[in-house]
């Protein structure tokens, strides 16, 4: 029930607050963990419902979201890089489970920067994903590159999932789910190509 009254809220709101919303939820998803109560997608998708209606240019939205996930995830970053893991633990109370914070953890371990373009896609490691790679003092460089070309192409897939799916909004939310689900298994396809391409080369390497 909140979801949609939220739902019908931005759609129903100027178009100005509308794109604000676009813009600070995507923003505060990871730097005060409202990921957990209202994903960030959500607002984006609605998004490209408004420019399916002709309230706003698709850029428009795709612009707003992009510097507010990137933005976000900066705050976060430095937030889990000066406090660890007590804040985040105690800024989300019932809303984390340690399981979450342990799988991001060792998400970002075992993936670095990769793992920071591939956690924007799914909203718990997207929530905890910023943090952790703070905490682990990941170059902020590194950490930019990756969380703004995920964040962009992020904005760019909900976005045109709302512009497509039009004003059903229960036509959006499956279609949001699945393409969520197609985009993290081709970036995981072609990580697991990247990395049989190397080994094949270091193999032929050691043998000549």
Not at 178 to 183: E, I, K, S, W
Not at 199 to 208: G, N, P, S
């Given at each position: ?103 991001a953890v060792s998400f970002v371990a075992k993936r670095g ?77 072609v990580l697991l190509l990247f990395g049989l391409y190397r ?10």
């Open positions: 029930m909140l979801m949609t009254s939220l739902v019908h809220h931005i759609l129903n709101v100027p178009v100005w607050l509308a794109i604000l919303v676009v813009f600070l939820l995507p923003a505060l998803e990871s730097s005060v963990f409202v990921g957990f109560i209202f994903p960030g997608e959500t607002a984006v998708v609605l998004g490209g419902v408004l420019s399916f209606e002709h309230k706003v240019a698709l850029w428009v939205v795709i612009v707003a979201a992009s510097l507010g996930a990137i933005l976000g995830d900066s705050v976060g970053y430095y937030v889990g890089r000066r406090w660890g893991h007590r804040l985040i633990e105690r800024a989300g109370g019932r809303f984390i489970k340690r399981s979450q914070v342990d799988k920067g990769p793992g920071v373009f591939v956690g924007r896609f799914t909203t718990a490691l997207r929530v905890l994903v910023p943090g952790i790679a703070g905490m682990a003092e990941m170059r902020y460089r590194t950490f930019l590159t990756f969380n703004a070309s995920g964040g962009i192409a992020w904005s760019i897939v909900f976005a045109t999932i709302g512009y497509v799916a039009g004003n059903s909004f229960a036509s959006v939310e499956k279609q949001a789910s699945t393409a969520g689900l197609v985009v993290i298994g081709a970036i995981v396809a080994y094949l080369r270091e193999f032929r390497r050691e043998r000549a």
